[in-house]
């Protein structure tokens, strides 16, 4: 784009340049046509010259250059899941924020009569464009709830700068109320849907399909009728709307902890009797005793950090979830992932001797699987969900090792705001502390699976968000972990 702005800028110089040249040369009253040489010379401009500068190829090579320069590149840019992914991501921050979507149009990430959960240093305001994009996503899927919500902001803004036009939009004013008119209508405020379908036919009075609505809304009020009727829309289709907005990722919360149980949590040195931890004991916070959930502080260091991160770069793909006997992706976790054996790097290999010396437990192949390393992007998150297997289907049983026994995750990074890990009946989160390591039980001692682990990753609300997971398998942990006398331990 530089390169041709260069070029076309120089060619509209030497444009003006022979604009202002003839301008002169005709109006100089000096400059008779009895002179043959001036008669020539205005001859020649206006047989050769004039239609040389018209007829020139020089703004076609330009605009080839342009394009080719893109078609270079183009592999490399986001396609069309990627913004659409971008626009869900709003949404989902929106929900479960409960931010304001005038408030994120204006740079602002707060919920009404609260301070900003995250103050970005260079605050970037939403164009008319910009929310419609997000609106028509939600459109396009008939979630009519999120589709009002940035429509109503994208009319708004259109409203306020209309006569205006932006090179990069795609959309305007009409297409705002069309998609909003509609989006009122399938949400049963048919009044609405009128007025705004009327707004729309004093911008383009001749569109008859709107004409038709406008009239279709006046019976439809004439009767008394909320109905939705079948008719004919262009794009009327989708699921039904919906009213409220849809769940977001915390459940129904238990109640707080009793306070006796909040007496056992601390910080200590863990060595937990391993020579490897004699020079270097762990730094242990115990977060809750039921489910047992640990953090270890500076688990790893910045430099293992970024070198277990850029092992991952180059082969990190979509992350997938068990779906029965399957795997598959799902808008339930949106990351992306890839697995790294202990054979990738020595730091691997020092990490897995590391997480054996905290845990107790036997990491040797097949008592454990790779290291998974996840990156959660914008809006990045995992709804709730358990480590272990809860059917005997899943896919973690082919590795014939038995159930997730404990989970670790590493923080590989820190995130400026959301992203927390949040154990949903238990009732509580653990936000982001780079280079830590949570740890926690997934089975109980007789082998069942611990109900109170049920967690979500939140969504990253600012940042970038990596984590390393080990997952650790009931198989060679009989003697490490052995069960209990009481059978319901």
């Known amino acids: 784009l530089r390169s041709y702005l260069r070029d076309e800028s120089s060619r509209l110089r030497r444009l003006r340049r022979f604009y202002e040249k003839v301008q002169a040369l005709h109006q100089d009253p000096k400059a008779s046509v009895d002179n043959p040489l001036l008669a020539f010379s205005l001859i020649k401009r206006l047989h050769s010259d004039w239609p040389n500068v018209i007829y020139s190829d020089e703004a076609t090579r330009n605009t080839q ?17 990627d913004l659409d992914g971008a626009a869900r991501a709003l949404m989902r921050l929106q929900d479960v924020y409960a931010l304001s ?55 708004s803004l259109f409203r306020l700068s209309y006569g205006s036009w932006n090179l990069e939009d795609r959309s305007s004013l009409e297409d705002a109320l069309d998609h909003l008119a509609f989006s009122y209508f399938m949400a049963g405020n048919i009044s609405h849907a009128l007025s705004l379908s009327r707004e729309f ?20 009020l004439e009767r008394g009728r909320g109905a939705r009727d079948r008719w004919d829309w262009q794009g009327c289709h989708g699921p039904p709307p919906l009213l409220s907005p849809p769940h977001t990722l915390l459940g129904p919360l238990s109640p707080q902890p009793a306070p006796e149980r909040l007496l056992h949590l601390g910080c200590s040195y863990e060595t937990n009797s391993s020579p490897y931890l004699l020079l270097q004991p762990a730094k242990k916070e115990v977060v809750r005793i039921q489910p047992y959930v640990a953090l270890y502080h500076d688990f790893v260091t910045d430099a293992e950090a970024e070198t277990i991160k850029g092992l991952a770069g180059p082969w990190l793909q979509r992350s997938v979830v068990a779906s029965g006997e399957k795997q598959q992706k799902a808008e339930y976790r949106i990351s992306k992932s890839a697995w790294l054996k202990d054979t990738a790097d020595p730091v691997v290999r020092a990490l897995d001797q590391r997480i054996a010396a905290v845990t107790g437990l036997d990491l040797r192949p097949p008592y454990a699987e790779y290291l998974q390393v996840v990156n959660y992007g914008l809006g990045g998150h995992y709804e709730p969900h358990f480590d272990h297997a809860t059917s ?40 982001v502390v780079k280079n830590a390591a949570l740890f926690w039980w997934n089975l109980r001692r007789n082998g069942n699976g611990d109900g109170d682990t049920l967690h979500a990753g939140c969504p990253v609300l600012a940042g970038d968000k990596w984590v390393a997971n080990k997952w650790i398998h009931e198989h060679g942990q009989e003697f490490r972990r052995p069960c209990s006398a009481d059978p319901r331990d």
Request: proline residues 5%; neutral net charge; charged residues 20%.
């Open 65 to 81: 250059a342009l394009h080719a320069g893109l078609g270079e590149v183009e592999q490399e840019l986001p396609g069309t899941e």
């Open 101 to 155: 979507v005038k408030g994120l149009a204006n740079g602002l990430f707060q919920r009404a009569g609260h301070p900003p959960l995250y103050s970005p240093g260079r605050r970037v305001s939403l164009s008319a464009d910009d929310c419609f994009h997000v609106g028509k996503v939600a459109y396009d899927t008939g979630d009519y709830y999120h589709s009002i919500a940035w429509l109503e902001e994208a009319v």
């Open 201 to 220: 036919l004093r911008y383009d009075p001749s569109n008859q399909r709107v004409s038709r609505n406008v009239a279709k809304y006046e019976k439809l």
């Open 392 to 431: 005997l289907k899943s896919p973690l049983y082919r590795m014939k090792s038995g159930n997730r026994i404990a989970t670790i995750m590493i923080y590989l990074s820190a995130v400026e705001a959301g992203g927390s890990t949040a154990f949903i009946y238990a009732n509580f989160s653990v936000p």
